[in-house]
């Protein structure tokens, strides 16, 4: 029962019972734990998780680090570059001075409510879809 309340998120185990699970499983304690993103660790075990989700990949070009995105590991990892394309396209906007730092600050606090790259629906209720799927029923 508490395994399950760990695993859902409901419940977080002790430091010293982290500590454990991970010293039997050979990893850091922080890779048993939703990343602090505000900690340098943190933020590296945050890389990690994206790593294994979405193919980043890291690299080196002309002496700086660079962070890449596999396209090819799926569905999500396509999805993420596009916005991370959206995101270049805003900051490329920002430096090229066609938009104000304001301008750039409320496209990323509000993300994706402002991004315009991309087509953002929201998805119609149950019982909307059920309403629609019994008119066209005939027509389908």
Not at 25 to 36: E, N
């Amino acid at each position: 029962m508490r395994l399950a309340q760990y695993e859902t998120g409901s419940r977080k185990p002790k430091s010293d019972l982290t500590a454990a699970l991970a010293q039997a499983l050979d990893v850091a304690p922080q890779a048993l734990d939703v990343p602090d993103i505000d900690s340098e660790i943190g933020l590296m075990h945050t890389l990690f998780t994206l790593e294994d989700i979405y193919g980043l990949t890291i690299s080196e070009a002309d002496g700086e680090i660079c962070l890449k995105v596999n396209k090819d590991k799926g569905r999500n990892a396509y999805d993420l570059l596009k916005m991370l394309f959206a995101w270049k396209e805003q900051a490329d906007k920002l430096a090229a001075g066609e938009t104000s730092r304001e301008e750039y600050d409320r496209w990323r606090y509000y993300y994706p409510q402002f991004d315009t790259t991309q087509h953002w629906v929201k998805v119609p209720s149950k019982e909307l879809s059920d309403a629609l799927v019994k008119a066209f029923k005939d027509k389908l």
